[in-house]
């Protein structure tokens, strides 16, 4: 059964991943706090259905070691949430709206004048058309039900850059003591919005959009082989028992972790277009 309703959450601690009915296709989310933290989960979401076939998802990472990064990451995904209600029944994009509510964000953000800042990536979907938007280095990625990583985000961190020119590989990236110094973020004078191209979903192919929480504890292979298969439920179950073992134990293959975890798991139904 479809909805209308728009979900966000906000310093969630949730206990096991949940469903949203929408639709457009399968949506599963999850957000909770890093293990014994006493500070707020600085992690925000939203799930805005938009038209018939139509949704926009997003995550926001508020930054760890800034003030109020849980006040940044709300802020961005409440602007997003109000734009795109305000604009329903209207002739604005959806594009517009969003690098429109963004730039809003942004301004507002630099007001506070508290060093708040915060990552976002957003996926644009109407039917099996999807379009993606990130400021930062939280995960958006697209994988094919055999494997196949159709679309990864850029993170934008010089970690990130050094991966994707060849300068180092993945194994050197998680262990990279310079992984977390972003380079474009929201609260920032210079901030910038990459939008990805417009790219053609499969009936099976998984879109995840996730805070730094998976990629600072999982290979890309490791999340490809957790959530491109089998029912949504299982794999978004799986990909937060993973994360979290890995952010509690020394592995020689990376470096422990410990941070809040959220991300939105979706597979296009099967009457997009």
Known sequence: MGTNKILT?????????KTFPCMAGQVIYFSTPARDKETANED????????DEGIVLAVADGLGGMPAGEDASRLVIDYLVKSLAGAAGTD??????ILNSIEQANNAILQLKNSS???????????????????????????????????SAIPHSPTGYALISGIINESEAMLDEERHFISNYIGSQDMRVEVGPVLQMA?????????????????????????????LQKAAVKLVTDCQRYMSQEVSDRTCHPDDLSFILF???KSGS
Not at 9 to 17: H, I, L, Q, S, V
Not at 44 to 51: D, E, N, R, T
């Open 9 to 17: 959450c906000f310093n969630a601690g949730m206990n096991e991943p």
């Open 44 to 51: 925000a979401l939203a799930i805005i259905p938009v038209g």
């Open 92 to 97: 604005i994009s959806t594009r517009e709206i």
């Open 117 to 151: 800042a915060t990552t976002l990536v957003v996926a644009e979907i109407q039917g099996r058309s999807l379009r993606t938007y990130h400021a930062g280095d939280s995960m958006i990625m697209l994988l094919g039900n055999r494997g196949k990583i159709k679309y």
């Open 203 to 231: 009936v099976r192919d998984t879109l995840l959009l996730s805070s730094d929480g998976v990629s600072d504890n999982m290979f890309d292979h490791e999340v490809v082989e957790t959530v491109r298969k089998g029912s």
């Open 267 to 269: 597979r296009p139904g």
